[in-house]
């Protein structure tokens, strides 16, 4: 399998609905669990102020995951290996590389190879970045929601008989 197909594999994955195994799934898991929690803690204590309590730990949960800027991570990452092509493909360029590439035929085609990997980077590059702040804004939002309205929304989906 060529790195070009990986990262055509890695770009359609980033393209999906589902989360990435990691760092992704394992925010996503925290945020369900805090919910839970906080509706069981609710149930048990016939009050679902703290089911709206449990909104304030996912808002923390989010304002963690933009604190940690996974996506400046994920920039230099991309870049370090971007700067690599770009090295490579100037070396091409100016006929400093020798070697297996010897022919001017041969070099065109790494180079433009290499131009390809490069342009799949940094559309990855933009997609994870919109991916990762769209995950950061839906934390932040579904826990400022469920913070300020919790309470409200349990009375209205079960109300407890004192």
């Not at 070396?91 to 590389?97: Q, V």
């Not at 290499?114 to 342009?119: A, G, I, Q, V």
Request: proline fraction near 1%; aromatic fraction near 8%.
């Amino acid at each position: 399998m060529k790195l070009g197909d990986n990262i055509d594999k890695i770009t359609e994955q980033a393209k999906s609905f589902w989360p990435f195994k990691g760092i992704e799934q394992r925010i996503y898991l925290a945020t369900i669990l805090l919910s839970v929690m906080g509706i069981a803690l609710s149930i048990s204590l016939k009050d679902w102020q703290c089911f709206a309590r449990s909104g304030s730990l996912i808002v923390i949960l989010g304002i963690i995951v933009a604190w940690k800027d996974i996506t400046g991570n994920l920039q230099a990452h991309i870049n370090a290996n971007i700067d690599v092509l770009a090295k490579k493909i100037l070396e091409i360029e100016n006929g400093s590389t020798r070697g297996l590439l010897y022919s001017g035929e041969k070099n065109s085609e790494v180079k433009n190879e290499l131009d390809s990997y490069k342009e799949k980077l940094q559309e990855l590059d933009r997609l994870m970045k919109l991916r990762l702040k769209a995950l950061e804004v839906c934390i932040l939002i579904l826990g400022t929601f469920v913070w300020g309205y919790g309470d409200l929304i349990g009375n209205l989906l079960y109300k407890f008989n004192d």
